[in-house]
């Protein structure tokens, strides 16, 4: 079963591109569970952060989402498998 995240504060399609729309803090969204092709990953490594694939119906399509922007049931950020993270090195 799909986790529900809220959105820990206002977010909008400028600051996120992938966003369907703007959200207020405390809207929901469901863990999407499909495949990503990829997308997860590659928003990861472009924009810097944690992300995870999100969706508005479970069987409608997905969209990603920085982790930071979320809290889960318990108030933390989203974890697990689903999401993917960089380590960015430093020289």
Not at 60 to 79: I, K, N, Q
């Amino acid at each position: 079963m799909a986790k529900l995240f809220t959105f820990a504060r206002d977010v909008s399609p400028e600051e996120w591109n992938t966003l369907p729309r703007a959200f207020k803090a405390g809207e929901t969204v469901l863990e999407f569970r499909g495949y990503d092709y990829g997308c997860v990953r590659d928003d990861a490594m472009y924009g810097g952060f944690e992300t995870i694939a999100c969706c508005l119906d479970p069987d409608g399509s997905f969209f990603t989402v920085p982790v930071h922007m979320l809290r889960d049931e318990s108030g933390a950020r989203p974890t697990g498998e689903y999401t993917f993270s960089v380590t960015k090195r430093t020289t």
